[in-house]
């Protein structure tokens, strides 16, 4: 599932494309949703929080958004559509179609589609915990969030959407594995390394939204530490990566880590 970095990533492009414009086109082919029209508006802005799009209207409209595990916005020229040279906006995969004269923007596979009043934003991302990425991020108040979680793994509390949101298995696999810290370790016994958890899982997806292609070490010959690695050597001491699990039925998901650098207790 794409997390904060990546839409950091989305939200820039489509802001470079939309924002300020006017749609020329604006269709949600999503339930009841199917029947509204948001040619017309103007586009404000792409605001992301954690791994959910904003993408907000003049007319105090948002359309919210989610990728889920599957989704992807993918520009393409309005010109090609118009020429026939391409007919991406007739795939069944498309949930949003959004466009100016000059281009044009599919929403593919998306998992959640919401139009709702951007005063009333809190209606799809009010369950969710404080965002990594927001400029106004309080870092103690996530930090103490986690604590709270008591005996809760960390690897699981911090994939937590409720706790804090933005991060998904590459980058919690990718902040503990930078502390050294065993994935399973339970939050309460964090301590000051709380902190600092959120302080890292937030430089490493800035950076990786800045780079020019995503990245999480910062490196592009080597875009993760840990993360999709078993059985190759940790880059820091040589021991073969392991695999373990976060989480239990729904929610499980495979957690990548170094048995020596990461040690228990």
């Not at 300020?20 to 103007?42: P, Q, Y």
């Not at 007319?59 to 393409?76: A, Q, S």
């Not at 106004?136 to 960390?154: F, G, M, T, Y």
Request: charge should be positive.
């Amino acid at each position: 599932m794409p997390e904060g970095d990546i839409l950091l990533r989305v939200a820039r492009r489509l802001d470079a494309a939309f924002a300020g414009r006017r749609l020329t086109r604006g269709e949600l082919r999503w339930g009841d949703l199917g029947g509204v029209d948001l040619a017309g508006c103007l586009v404000t802005e792409n605001a992301t929080y954690g791994k959910h799009l904003l993408t907000r209207l003049e007319d105090g409209r948002t359309m919210h958004t989610h990728l889920r595990m599957e989704g992807t916005w993918r520009l393409v020229r309005t010109a090609e559509l118009r020429a026939g040279r391409t007919r991406a906006d007739r795939a069944p995969q498309v949930r949003v179609v959004l466009a100016t004269p000059s281009w044009t923007a599919l929403g593919r596979d998306l998992g959640m589609v919401d139009l709702v009043a951007t005063a009333e934003e809190h209606r799809v991302i009010g369950h969710l915990g404080p965002d990594v990425l927001a400029e106004d991020l309080d870092v103690a108040d996530a930090a103490a969030r986690i604590l709270a979680q008591r005996d809760r793994p960390v690897a699981e509390v911090l994939l937590d959407q409720t706790v804090v949101a933005g991060l998904g298995t590459i980058y919690t696999a990718e902040t503990l594995w930078a502390h050294r810290t065993w994935p399973w370790t339970p939050a309460s016994a964090l301590g000051g390394l709380a902190p600092e958890l959120v302080r890292t899982a937030r430089h490493l997806m800035l950076r990786s939204a800045r780079a020019r292609t995503p990245t999480a070490t910062g490196d592009l010959r080597r875009t993760s530490n840990v993360h999709g690695r078993e059985h190759r050597p940790c880059p820091r001491c040589g021991t073969p990566v392991e695999r373990g699990t976060a989480a239990s039925g729904t929610r499980e998901r495979q957690m990548f880590f170094c048995p020596a650098c990461q040690p228990p207790g």
